[in-house]
């Protein structure tokens, strides 16, 4: 598997004008991005193919990393690198036997217990959180903090990308919690110059 990057971003063309999701995620895929996952839960499987194989184009000439949120058979389609798992998701064991050993599995998890289940059902990363307020994680509670935060980071045995509410200012911060990664979307997506933020967020990534 290698070590993974310690950016992580999540698609949401709805933050974004029509039609301008491609070269956003070109412009940070340019500036260094490694991790990307596609996730777009209103589209229709055959809207959902299309815009993956576009982002499996793209995302190998700049040798990023492509999940496939939940869909095990559109990732298996489009060769992508592997899939990030939710709470409805089919079981990471299951998945795990339908991927084999090479592809990447991360699973989405909230709690000390789902850590714990993830990593013994054979996933290679998690996200945790939310963090901090954010309306796109507002469905799974309050945010646990940073103090929760460095808990998770100390139980779990497989890296952890914290998730929720991160941006450039507090990102430092939660790595100092001793988190392998920061999960992004809006803080990337909507900024005026991703590609800037994204060399301002990995400068002070480095410094944490």
């Not at 956003?24 to 500036?31: D, F, G, P, W, Y």
């Not at 990732?75 to 990471?92: F, M, N, Q």
């Not at 000390?112 to 996933?123: N, T």
């Amino acid at each position: 598997m290698g070590r993974l990057p310690s950016t992580y971003l999540i698609s949401d063309r709805r933050l974004l004008p029509d039609g301008k999701q491609l070269s956003v995620i070109e412009s940070l895929l340019e500036a260094g991005l490694g991790l990307l996952q596609l996730r777009e839960k209103d589209l229709s499987a055959a809207e959902l193919f299309q815009l993956a194989l576009q982002l499996r184009q793209l995302t190998r000439r700049y040798n990023c990393k492509l999940l496939i949120n939940d869909r095990i058979d559109l990732a298996l389609a489009v060769e992508a690198d592997g899939v990030h798992l939710g709470g409805h998701s089919l079981p990471t064991a299951v998945v795990r036997e339908l991927l084999g050993p090479q592809k990447l599995i991360g699973v989405s998890t909230h709690s000390a217990a789902e850590i714990s289940s993830a990593a013994a059902a054979g996933a290679d990363f998690i996200t945790f959180g939310p963090i901090f307020h954010t309306p796109s994680k507002a469905d799974f509670g309050a945010p646990v903090g940073l103090a929760e935060l460095r808990q998770a980071c100390r139980i779990s045995p497989i890296p952890l990308f914290a998730l929720g509410g991160i941006n450039l200012q507090n990102a430092a911060e939660v790595m100092t919690c001793g988190a392998d990664g920061v999960a992004m979307i809006s803080a990337l997506l909507t900024d005026s110059s991703p590609a800037d933020s994204y060399s301002r967020l990995q400068k002070s990534l480095c410094k944490s």
